[in-house]
């Protein structure tokens, strides 16, 4: 009787094991279906071009993927209180994707820093033939070498200063303000040139220093300074000009490297096609956007002299030149 009993328990576990468990997916060769739920995270509102952006690319990579792939979108700083921390996230898996400025990747990825140099870009055509070529792609793919993959450069935008002290038109009139910047040498080295005092800081922290007065002002594209109502803290707005500022969206390299191949050539066929999208909105509202400031009681002060600002951050402009290679600074300049 024992032994019929074990017969018949063998028997049913060899019938159970060719049965098999179901997987979604391609069953007749056993392949499973990659399914995956991510994280993308901004530090911006969901006004902000950079949010708008990252949903976008969500809606698309979850329509052509059927649904097999979801992105939510954590806007604000929800993930994390400064980029650094994101970027650090990224690099650890914790965080999936994100969408954001340059500035902080020079310390990670230092080949990045080049983007920040003073006065290096001429304007929108010349931003968008470097960095949708090869330069640009260079400046992506170096990025892994940090546990980051670059997908494609989106956009913040022309950086411009903002102050509640005194209307700043010269570089002189910069000079003895506090001036909150981005954790970036390139960054800082410029403000100091011009005379002014860089104070690095993590951009939840911003609003609270400049109303608190720890700062004088502060430098960003003018859809950050709409967007995080910058006008309630600060009283002058001028058109400086003197960066232009990539936002890459970036993706944990430990995620993409799971990813099939199929996927991950969705994710940056469809980064690149959302980049014109993503950065027609910031260029076509930003003169609404100026005139809303306006009316809100910001100074707007358009006729800096845009020759000073940049003679006066030339050495800055110098110093990275030499660190990069001038054959590098000049493919930037060069290209046409």
């Not at 902080?104 to 230092?110: K, L, T």
Request: aromatic share 8%.
């Amino acid at each position: 009787m024992r032994l019929r009993l074990v017969v018949l328990l063998t028997l049913l576990v060899f019938a159970l094991a060719g049965c098999g468990g179901k997987e979604s997916g391609n069953q007749a060769s056993g392949k499973q279906e990659f399914k995956a739920q991510y994280k993308i995270a901004t530090m911006t509102p969901a006004s902000h071009m950079y949010t708008q952006g990252a949903q976008k690319f969500a809606d698309l990579i979850k329509e052509r993927s059927s649904g097999r792939i979801q992105i939510t979108v954590y806007p604000d700083g929800q993930l994390g209180k400064g980029e650094r921390e994101l970027l650090e996230a990224l690099q650890q898996g914790t965080v999936d994707l994100y969408a954001g400025s340059t500035g902080p990747i020079g310390g990670f990825s230092p080949s990045m820093l080049i983007v920040d140099i003073p006065f290096l870009f001429r304007d929108y055509t010349h931003v968008d033939k470097v960095l949708d070529g090869p330069i640009g792609k260079q400046l992506l793919d170096d990025m892994e070498k940090a546990n980051l993959k670059g997908l494609a450069f989106w956009e913040n935008g022309f950086r411009n200063l903002t102050n509640s002290k005194r209307p700043v038109k010269l570089p002189e009139d910069a000079k003895g303000l506090k001036i909150r910047t981005m954790e970036n040498k390139v960054h800082i080295t410029a403000w100091k040139e011009v005379g002014a005092i860089p104070t690095p800081m993590a951009w939840a922290e911003v609003y609270g220093a400049l109303q608190q007065k720890v700062a004088d002002g502060q430098e960003n594209p003018v859809a950050v300074i709409s967007t995080s109502k910058l006008n309630e803290v600060q009283s002058y707005l001028s058109m400086t000009q003197h960066v232009y500022s990539p936002a890459p969206i970036i993706m944990s390299l430990k995620k993409w490297q799971v990813m099939p191949k199929e996927d991950q050539d969705l994710f940056i066929k469809t980064a690149l096609e959302v980049a014109p999208w993503q950065r027609k909105l910031g260029r076509d509202s930003e003169e609404k956007m100026l005139a809303d400031l306006a009316q809100k009681n910001m100074s707007i002060v358009r006729d800096v002299d845009k020759a000073a600002w940049q003679k006066a951050m030339q050495p800055a402009f110098e110093e990275f030149s030499k660190q990069f290679g001038k054959d590098k600074i000049d493919a930037i300049l060069q290209t046409k």
